[in-house]
T-cell receptor, first 112, second 117 residues
Framework: AQSVTQLDSHVSVSEGTPVLLRCNYS??????LFWYVQHPNKGLQLLLK??????LVKGINGFEAEFKKSETSFHLTKPSAHMSDAAEYFC??????????FGAGTTVTVRA | DTEVTQTPKHLVMGMTNKKSLKCEQH?????MYWYKQKAKKPPELMFV???????INESVPSRFSPECPNSSLLNLHLHALQPEDSALYLC????????????????FGEGSWLTVV
C-alpha cells in the first residue's frame, strides 16, 4: 500500500522569496516519487522525479526536492518564487504496479 | 519530445449523445492511461492499457468505453453520460518494458474538458 500527504493545502509567498511545499509518503516498496505542476486549465507537467539515485533532485524552472527516507519526506523547494509559479502542485508516489498515488495538492499563490 | 496530444480540448455533449476523446503519443511508450479530474482534486485513474491490452479498469461505469487501436493511440468512447461526468479527462503514457511503472515517468496530456448537459 502507498499513500501521500501534502501537508499544506495552500501556500502564499511573495515574488522573489523561497517556496517550500511539504510532502510525506508511505510505501511498502522502494518508491519512485514525483512532483507535478498544473497551471490553470492545463494538464500536469513533470517538475522532477526521484528513483533511488541522488537524494537531492533538481527539476525544471529552478525547483528541487530532497528525498529523506528516515523522515519519509520529499519536500519541494525553490529559492525565489516567480509569478509564473502560481499553480497547483501534486506530490505523487508510485511503487510496484500501474497505480500512482496523488497527494491532495497544494495551491501556490505568488504576491507581487 | 515528451508530448501526449489530446483532442478535442473542449467537448459539450448531451446525455443521449455518443462522442469520443482521442489521445496520441509518439514516444514509443507501451502503457497508456485515462484519468478523470474534478475541479480542485487530484486525478483519479480510470483505465490502464499495457501493450494495447486493458490492464486495469478501476470499476468505471460502462458508459465509458476505452479502446487502444494501436500502440500510439488511445480513445475513450462516451455514451449516455450524466452531468456528474463533467470533468477534465487526462490521457497519459509511460514506458512499460518491465510490465510495471515503478521508476517510469508518466507523461500527461493537456486534457479534454468535458461538459455534459
Amino acid at each position: 500500500a502507498q499513500s501521500v500527504t501534502q501537508l499544506d493545502s495552500h501556500v502564499s509567498v511573495s515574488e522573489g522569496t523561497p517556496v517550500l511545499l511539504r510532502c510525506n509518503y508511505s510505501s511498502s516498496y522502494s518508491p519512485s516519487l514525483f512532483w507535478y505542476v498544473q497551471h490553470p486549465n492545463k494538464g500536469l507537467q513533470l517538475l522532477l522525479k526521484y528513483t533511488s539515485a541522488a537524494t537531492l533532485v533538481k527539476g525544471i524552472n529552478g525547483f528541487e526536492a530532497e528525498f529523506k527516507k528516515s523522515e519519509t519526506s520529499f519536500h519541494l523547494t525553490k529559492p525565489s518564487a516567480h509569478m509564473s509559479d502560481a499553480a497547483e502542485y501534486f506530490c505523487v508516489v508510485s511503487s510496484n504496479d500501474y497505480k500512482l498515488s496523488f497527494g491532495a495538492g497544494t495551491t501556490v499563490t505568488v504576491r507581487a | 519530445d515528451t508530448e501526449v496530444t489530446q483532442t478535442p480540448k473542449h467537448l459539450v455533449m448531451g446525455m443521449t449523445n455518443k462522442k469520443s476523446l482521442k489521445c496520441e503519443q509518439h514516444m514509443g511508450h507501451r502503457a497508456m492511461y485515462w484519468y478523470k479530474q474534478k475541479a480542485k482534486k487530484p486525478p483519479e485513474l480510470m483505465f490502464v492499457y499495457s501493450y494495447e491490452k486493458l490492464s486495469i479498469n478501476e470499476s468505471v461505469p460502462s458508459r465509458f468505453s476505452p479502446e487502444c487501436p494501436n500502440s500510439s493511440l488511445l480513445n475513450l468512447h462516451l455514451h449516455a453520460l450524466q452531468p456528474e461526468d463533467s470533468a477534465l479527462y487526462l490521457c497519459a503514457s509511460s514506458q512499460d518494458r518491465t510490465g510495471k511503472i515503478s521508476g517510469n515517468t508518466i507523461y500527461f496530456g493537456e486534457g479534454s474538458w468535458l461538459t455534459v448537459v
